[in-house]
């Protein structure tokens, strides 16, 4: 079986696992707080240009957007998301088991806009009954979307500027990030977005590490009594030098943007080679993400051979499916896929 499902079906990139047992028999301070997490902090904050930054490892996506979001909320507070958003319609109601409710915003590509954010502030603003009512507080955007697609440095610019006019904490959502990143080809940068969110994570779970989250926090009123919500929604890890050490082996020399953009130019080759044979696509994206809809008698051929995510239903014979690369995918199952492609658009 050759799993195209998701991007983290693979352990961690090689070099990854080199410094973990190169380090294994050390003995170091626990919950973050060792060398290596504290080297890996400075490294992120030289990255973002940011040496105020507070930098914290979390052991997965859940529990960084659950934390995050409860910094920044009051009870009667909401956040703002796509939705399709992933702590919409992926996390199990976990913010909502928080008390805070998620306000949605439809999306038909995985992005909101600027304009929506405005609309939805002013609408709270000017209902006259608004104390009965859930006050927006925090953007929630992911990059890249769960739909694959990317905010430019332009979208994010005019999203921070509304966010800063209505007094919003804007928070990015980067389990992916590094796809995104090499998607945009530099035009977006972890300067650019440290000038523009108030808080966001570089994404290691999908992106090269076995584990965890590198969450950034430039906002000062975010960063306060930050490590006591970590611990106690469950994203602090005893042996905390696992996490910083990943994210150094990731960073200190470019392998994150290195194996991102690996990730890209495969899902490039795979996207380009269904639309040669006609299929079309649920959204048109750049990332390592791509959704093509394909017949069912296809799906039901393969099945045995590749694993793919099912989307939705199309019509009686198609279905759109995710198919994901990763920084682990090999150059060969591609290629087994794209002449697997060929030959059965041939027959059909």
Not at 250 to 255: A, Q, R, S
Not at 276 to 292: H, K
Request: proline fraction near 2%; glycine fraction near 8%.
């Amino acid at each position: 079986m050759i799993r195209f499902n998701c991007d983290y079906s693979e352990g961690a990139h090689e070099k990854v696992l080199e410094k973990l047992i190169a380090s294994n028999r050390e003995q170091t301070q626990g919950y973050g707080v060792d060398p290596y997490s504290m080297e890996a902090k400075k490294l992120i904050k030289q990255l973002c240009g940011k040496e105020d930054a507070d930098v914290h490892f979390l052991v997965g996506g859940t529990q960084a957007n659950l934390t995050v979001i409860s910094a920044g909320l009051r009870p009667y507070q909401g956040v703002i998301a796509a939705d399709t958003g992933h702590i919409h319609v992926h996390e199990t109601g976990a913010i909502e088991a928080c008390g805070h409710k998620i306000l949605a915003l439809s999306s038909e590509d995985g992005k909101i806009t600027a304009r929506q954010i405005e609309d939805c502030c002013r609408a709270h603003r000017e209902d006259m009954d608004r104390e009965h009512t859930v006050q927006p507080k925090m953007v929630y955007i992911s990059q890249s979307t769960e739909l694959g697609t990317v905010y430019s440095k332009e979208e994010l610019s005019e999203i921070s500027s509304v966010c800063r006019k209505n007094g919003l904490f804007l928070f990015m959502d980067g389990a992916r990030l590094g796809y995104a990143l090499a998607a945009l080809d530099g035009t977006l940068t972890f300067q650019d977005l440290a000038r523009l969110c108030d808080v966001f994570y570089i994404g290691g779970t999908k992106v090269g590490a076995l584990f965890g989250e590198a969450v950034v926090i430039v906002h000062p009123s975010l960063k306060e009594d930050f490590r006591y919500l970590i611990k106690q929604k469950g994203g602090m890890l005893a042996k905390g030098r696992l996490l910083g050490l990943q994210f150094l082996a990731l960073l200190e020399d470019g392998l994150y943007m290195e194996i991102s953009r690996h990730a890209d130019r495969l899902a490039r080759q795979l996207r380009e080679a269904f639309r040669e044979v006609g299929v079309t696509f649920l959204v048109e994206n750049t990332t390592n993400q791509l959704f093509p809809v394909l017949p069912d008698r296809v799906l039901e051929e393969w099945k045995e051979k590749y694993s793919f995510a099912y989307q939705k239903r199309i019509d009686e014979e198609h279905s759109a499916v995710r198919v994901c690369t990763s920084w682990a995918t090999r150059q060969e199952d591609v290629d087994l896929l794209i002449e697997d492609m060929k030959k059965v658009w041939e027959e059909l």
